[in-house]
């Protein structure tokens, strides 16, 4: 009798949310819904929580700060994917042993928990939504990416590309000697996870990574198709954040604009697709469209 055939993992598909903590949960509220436009909605996985939709399946997630908690505001970020029980004993039988019990509610989504090599939470949940619709007023409807500092990008790779099957999208930085950034798209998917790199090789010294630097790097992105009707629409109805900046053309040759909560985590809103020739190197995946 022959070997049987190792199982196949589960389908990763992109981004569920992000989930950051808030030292005013009714401030939190007012740029998230009115900024944004995302519709509040309660939190299964913690009581005190709040979300926030773009769709019915892509979110972010506000919890309360604990009582002196540090600078970083990144609670976790989390995964679509088609079968998190499944999933969750692909990764057991790779070898993994920290991972939380799959969770849920009945006839709701399901989660469990493990940890990056540099302890970021992460999670992997299988949403409930059989579709993505779109949140009516939000403006975006569609999570594109999410990023978050990153130290030894060997390390991480070891994790999210070998076991996990990310797939190189595009790396650059501001100096031709250096990297600042590596996106990575979803194995099943076109949605990304970018490393903010920090320390050594980057153009962020250790020493620069306080809270503000961290609310830049630890950020969630919002696709849209023109960033100029969508900044002229936040700009006609007063939406506008007290603190944001752009737009500008990013070194990955995408319109960009980036939008703060009051807590300083940066919300970025991004066209789809590049207008001009990226910097440092070249796509090795397709953008996502819409």
Known sequence: MGARPPEVRPAITGISHLAVYSRDMAKSEHFYTHVLGARKGMDPENASGVRFYFSSRQFVEV???????????????????????????????????????????????????THDPEGNEVQFVQSASPDATAVLGAISSRVIHVGYAVHDRAKQDGFYRRLLGFRPYWFGAFEPTKVDWVSQQAPDGRDWMEYMMVGPGSDVPIAKVNANQLGVLNHLSLGVPNMQAAVTTLYRESRLSPRHDGPQ??????????????????????????????????????????
């Not at 079968?83 to 989504?109: C, F, I, K, N, Y």
């Not at 960009?256 to 020739?277: C, H, I, S």
């Open 63 to 113: 919890l309360p700060a604990p009582t002196g908690h540090g600078a970083s505001m990144l609670a976790h970020a989390a995964y679509l994917t088609t079968d998190a029980a499944r999933l969750r004993s692909w990764l057991v039988a790779q070898g993994m042993t920290e991972l939380g019990p799959v969770r849920g509610v009945v006839g709701g989504d399901r989660w469990f928990v």
């Open 249 to 290: 053309m990013g070194l990955d040759g995408k319109w960009q604009a980036n939008f703060y909560d009051p807590d300083g985590t940066r919300v970025e809103l991004m066209e789809f697709q590049p207008v001009t020739k990226p910097c440092c190197s070249p796509f090795t995946a397709q953008s996502p469209t819409d």
